[in-house]
């Protein structure tokens, strides 16, 4: 495993510096000289006292910071989560996926109400017709062409019924591409949250990996003179083993989260903006999330629309049962219909009724079965209500858990610096061993590392929040993008008598 680092590529210094300050901003952690330059402060005190380790860290933040590697955070190139949103709604396989399916799904109502329109035929045949009478052969060519026009009158309300079960179908198919779009949505802000997340964690590994580098250095040199033990050298350097394991780990799970990025946003993670705007949209309470969702929330409306659907469906097996009218004509024209007559012209028209007595049982074994399919439909919205319920609830309290954690987490990271700052000067003196001064590192990276996951953690729930309340959409978030439009190709192929083409050419 090849273990990456700021030595072996030169130029991810510069970009080094700027992690750790996003490190910092993402975690909620003051933004000092000792969090840009690996948070303890500790990084010097080996070789001197902590008091001056400090005064040479604000220094060289006070650098940092005045040649300005701060502002790329800040600056107009860095791209907020908003702008990743906007470019997954347009960039999206998935939701563009579902935008075909719901054109597709548009159909249902032209052929619903291709009912109402006559069905156009013309037929042509030719032969060769040999004849033997009295012993005589006769040979003549039969050829006839016919145009047919048949108008259904009455179908038993099935064409009236279809349409509404069709318009139904496109409605829930709608709220299905609403479902659809939150869900690639939230997985694109959980991706943007994860790559801030993971690029903070590497800096942290990183600084974790400095440190027990200058930990193995001290032990040597405490070694060589004889105030330390080969057992401290032999601590540290399996402790900066591990750490470069744990970096290397980071840096994995680094470039999957860029690359999981990449499927849902479109584009490659560059300089991502640690400031969301989640705290905007969640709902003020748990009472009013539960109320907005009854009303938003995608999937309740395309059970609702489903229900319909099925309603409409058994209305329609059982416009089968009733009569049919239908008004058929023709005309037709014959050549050498026989021996003696050379064309024969013909036009017909005729009114039928068809009345079904007895169909086998299949029509009443369809309605029979379309009825248990509306029941199935009821209970499924029943299910769907109380999962949505069950999903905003636990939405909201993994929300205020995570803001909970923030605040228990930042405290023991205070209390984890002052605590290594105190090993170390008590180790200076005598007083502790290396490993205490490793333990307490250990500790002080763990809840940092826990810091970032909880703020990670209350951002997604955010965004989870908002989407099961059903307005993590590009309309509710108010994205600049050119919305899609579901009713362009619904108008456009509603009363479209023929063509093959769609309405966006194909």
């Not at 709220?175 to 690029?199: G, K, P």
């Not at 395309?302 to 008004?327: C, R």
Request: proline letters at 3%.
């Amino acid at each position: 495993m090849c273990c990456f680092s700021v030595a072996e590529q030169p130029h991810l210094l510069k970009y080094e510096l700027e992690l750790r300050i996003k490190v910092a901003l993402f975690s909620h952690i003051p933004l000092s000289p000792s969090v840009i330059f690996g948070g303890s402060g500790a990084f010097w005190v080996m070789r001197f006292s902590l008091k001056s380790a400090l005064r040479t860290a604000v220094a060289a933040g006070v650098l940092t910071l005045v040649s300005g590697v701060s502002l790329p955070m800040r600056s107009a190139q860095a791209e907020t989560i908003k702008e990743a949103l906007s470019l997954a709604y347009s960039n999206n396989p998935t939701l563009n996926a579902a935008r075909a399916e719901l054109r597709g799904v548009d159909e249902r109502v032209p052929q619903a109400l291709s009912g109402w329109r006559p069905n156009v035929s013309a037929s042509a045949e030719i032969g060769r017709i040999r004849s033997t009478a009295d012993g005589l052969e006769s040979y003549r060519t039969n050829s006839s062409m016919a145009l047919n026009v048949s108008q259904a009158l009455f179908r038993g309300f099935r064409t009236v019924n279809s349409t509404q079960q069709a318009e139904a179908l496109v409605r829930a198919q709608r709220a299905s591409l609403l479902a659809t779009e939150q869900d690639v949505l939230l997985s694109a802000a959980q991706s943007y949250v994860d790559v801030i997340r993971d690029t903070a964690l590497v800096s942290l590994q990183r600084s974790d990996l400095q440190f027990l580098q200058e930990q193995v250095r001290a032990a040597n040199d405490r070694f060589e003179v004889g105030e330390g033990t080969r057992t401290d050298v032999s601590q540290a350097e399996a402790r900066a083993a591990e750490a470069r394991a744990n970096v290397n780990s980071a840096l994995a799970n680094l470039n999957a989260s860029r690359a999981i990025y990449r499927q849902v946003v479109g584009t490659d993670a560059k300089n991502l903006s640690a400031d969301t705007f989640v705290e905007t949209v969640v709902p003020n309470s748990l009472d009013q999330a539960l109320g907005v969702s009854t009303s938003t929330q995608p999937l309740i409306i395309q059970s609702q629309h489903l229900v319909d659907a099925a309603v409409y469906n058994i209305k329609t097996i059982e416009g089968e049962l009733l009569p049919t009218v239908t008004l058929d004509g023709s005309v037709s024209r014959t050549w050498e219909p026989s021996a003696t007559v050379g064309t024969s012209n013909n036009a017909s028209i005729f009114g039928r009724v068809n009345i079904p007595i007895y169909q086998g049982g299949g029509v009443s074994s369809r309605v029979r079965q379309a009825k248990q399919e509306l029941g199935q439909a009821r209970l499924q919205l029943d299910v769907i209500r109380d999962q949505v319920r069950a999903n905003v609830i636990s939405a909201w309290g993994n929300y205020q858990a995570a803001g909970a954690s923030i605040e228990a987490a930042r405290a023991a990271v205070e209390a984890s610096k002052l605590a290594l700052e105190g090993v170390i000067e008590e180790q200076r003196v005598g007083q502790r061993t290396t490993l205490d001064v490793l333990d307490a590192q250990r500790e002080l990276v763990n809840q940092r590392v826990n810091l970032v996951t909880a703020q990670r953690n209350r951002i997604v729930s955010g965004y989870q929040l908002v989407s099961s309340i059903g307005q993590l959409d590009a309309n509710s978030l108010n994205l600049s993008v050119a919305r899609y439009n579901p009713q362009e190709n619904y108008k456009a192929v509603r009363d479209q008598w023929f063509g093959l083409r769609t309405p966006d050419g194909r």
